[in-house]
């Protein structure tokens, strides 16, 4: 039995209780208004409207876009394990990507993250591995991570959030355009290419205005998102130049050499890479997050730093500093903090929306071709029948490993992030080297940051600014 919102003006909570047809179920969805349907009801924070709305509408739903159409709502973890289990039907019927209209203006060919999975993505995404494959993965994390942590020895107090943004925009500067080199903290140039690309991403697209109105776009009210725009193509063009000068097929050393020299028998517009690094800034959102979560909630418990310390300690016997990926399998409980850190935070609380490649049928319900199919992680990931005390931090959950629920922190199948693989490995070696080397206080007096003031930025949710004090451990 499933219910719906009935009556009123959009913000009352009564529900009616409706009949499941035994074949071809209705999709069910709250109560929405004639001109924007849904939209002005959906939190700024989405997955939790997500969440609540599954808590009355069951696991599968619709919700209006107003004058974008209908979506499809997926808000349970066996429902998105259907829908995007590797190498599954589904997994390719629902590979395409719905992409909000302001994406036509912005450009988005080129993007590994919106392009549909066939004419496009797929052959971007073998080309981003080629590329972190010809590139010293782990030896580039280490050294941001020895920077990062020259910065917790040299200062008695440290914003470990604009730390870890400095350190995630230079990896992925590094793997992009900056031929594996790293920048300093401090460089002009680093400054520039943070702040013009995220320029172009610090804002909403599928809350846009100009999603609604198209003619807007050519207002006074998009002026500095379309300057945002023009200097990013200005400012990554001399890049691309710069590498065509010095390019050899045999030595690919980022992301714009991979362009240049396509893979196989593919080749590829180099122009399309600007958009290409501009998206993946975003995407990696979801790194710097979850590193920012790691240190606030292993300094929220000293019992939790405790027992990474003693890991460590137990693993590396002879005292080294040197983390070697041979170790990953020797760290259980290192490993058990950032997935629960990936679980509780959630910093990808919904995935980018998804759409049916042609009109399907899915759990009982018919899914039309190109309609939006917008998934719910969070609430799976905080759903007290699978996880118990689902807002208490608990690495240990993950140390009995044989009856674990569905689990998808970025995705699933042919369009899980790109990078997950590369970004657990540097969530290792920042947690492993970290308190390995210094034990990470908060500052006297200074209330830490909690989920529920967390906020978005690029579809991510991270948390509040806040301080720490590190001391170095006596080897």
């Excluded at 209908?70 to 395409?96: H, M, Q, R, W």
């Excluded at 990936?342 to 039309?368: M, N, W």
Aim: glycine share 6%.
């Amino acid at each position: 039995m499933a219910t719906r919102r009935k009556g009123g003006s959009g913000d009352r909570d009564t529900y009616t209780k409706i009949e499941d047809p035994t074949e071809n179920k209705k999709l069910l969805g709250p109560e929405q208004s004639y001109l924007f349907g849904n939209l002005l009801q959906i939190d700024d924070k989405s997955h939790l409207s997500w969440t609540k709305w599954s808590e009355e509408l069951g696991a599968v739903y619709e919700i209006s876009l107003g004058p974008m159409g209908k979506a499809i709502v997926l808000s349970g973890a066996d429902e998105i394990a259907a829908a995007y289990g590797p190498g599954s039907e589904n997994d390719i019927k629902f590979s395409d990507r719905w992409r909000p209209p302001i994406l036509e203006k912005i450009g988005y060919a080129g993007s590994i993250t919106w392009e549909d999975w066939l004419e496009g993505a797929k052959q971007r995404k073998h080309l981003l591995h080629e590329v972190f494959k010809s590139m010293d993965m782990e030896g580039l994390f280490k050294n941001e991570v020895d920077a990062v942590c020259e910065v917790l020895s040299n200062k008695e107090l440290v914003d470990v959030c604009e730390l870890l943004n400095q350190a995630n925009n230079n990896i992925l500067l590094s793997i992009t355009l900056n031929r594996g080199d790293r920048y300093e903290y401090t460089d002009d140039e680093f400054k520039t290419l943070s702040e013009v690309i995220l320029a172009n991403n610090d804002r909403s697209l599928i809350g846009s205005p100009v999603n609604l109105m198209h003619c807007l776009w050519h207002t006074p009210f998009y002026n500095s998102t379309r300057r945002d725009l023009e200097k990013l193509k200005t400012t990554i063009q001399p890049y691309i130049d710069s590498h065509r000068a010095d390019f050899d097929r045999e030595n690919i050393r980022d992301l714009i050499d991979g362009y240049l020299g396509g893979i196989g028998e593919t080749s590829f517009d180099v122009q399309e890479v600007i958009i290409n690094i501009s998206s993946l800034f975003p995407s990696a959102c979801s790194l710097r997050a979850t590193m920012q979560y790691i240190i606030l909630f292993v300094i929220s418990d000293d019992d939790v730093q405790k027992k990474i310390q003693e890991e460590i300690d137990r693993v590396l016997n002879d005292a080294t500093e040197e983390y070697d990926e041979v170790l990953a399998d020797k760290i259980p409980y290192i490993n058990a903090v950032i997935k629960e850190s990936l679980r509780l935070a959630s910093p990808v609380g919904q995935l980018l929306p998804h759409c049916p490649i042609k009109d399907t049928k899915f759990e009982g319900y018919e899914f039309k071709k190109d309609t939006p199919i917008f998934t719910n992680l969070w609430g799976p990931n905080h759903d007290p029948e699978n996880w118990p005390d689902p807002y208490v931090f608990k690495p240990d959950r993950w140390l009995d490993t044989d009856d674990l629920p569905t689990f998808v922190p970025l995705g699933s199948g042919l369009r899980q992030c790109g990078g997950y693989p590369v970004a657990f490995k540097a969530l290792r070696i920042l947690t492993f080297t970290v308190f390995k080397r210094f034990h990470l206080k908060s500052v006297e007096g200074e209330k830490l940051p909690t989920l529920e003031d967390s906020f978005m930025l690029a579809g991510t949710t991270h948390p509040n600014h806040f301080n720490v004090t590190a001391t170095h451990r006596v080897s």
